[in-house]
């Protein structure tokens, strides 16, 4: 079984910048697309952002576009997420986790298993 480590999460000024890593386990990593969510105190977990396979496509939440980049190294075993333009509505605990089915989009999280342990981001005002 697949295991997700994110890491990079701190405590960031509005308008800074953050980039959240995920490393997997197994080399098996690169057949897979992958997803970023977040969950913010009280509230849902919610999609982020989508990344295929081989990175060729990219999806993201309304909320993020045009901030937030989802990125892969499959030599590495690891995706990324750049987040700039941070906004204290994004303090979340962030997670990633992988699309074990072919073909897609999905942005359910139920689609997706095995998640990581998550890695929290705190925007400050």
């Known amino acids: 079984q697949v295991q997700l480590v994110e890491s990079g999460g701190g405590l960031v000024q509005a308008g800074g910048s953050l980039r959240l890593s995920c490393a997997a386990s197994r080399r098996t990593f690169s057949n897979y697309a992958m997803g970023w969510f977040r969950q913010a105190p009280g509230k849902e977990r919610e999609f982020v952002a989508r990344i295929s396979w081989n990175g060729g496509r990219t999806y993201y939440a309304d909320s993020v576009k045009g901030r937030f980049t989802i990125s892969r190294d499959n030599s590495k075993n690891t995706v990324y997420l750049q987040m700039s333009s941070l906004q204290p509505e994004d303090t979340a605990a962030y997670y990633c986790?992988?699309?074990?089915?072919?073909?897609?989009?999905?942005?359910?999280?139920?689609?997706?298993?095995?998640w990581g342990q998550g890695t929290t981001v705190t925007v400050s005002s």
């Open positions: 986790a992988r699309d074990p089915r072919l073909g897609g989009p999905r942005f359910q999280e139920d689609s997706y298993a095995p």
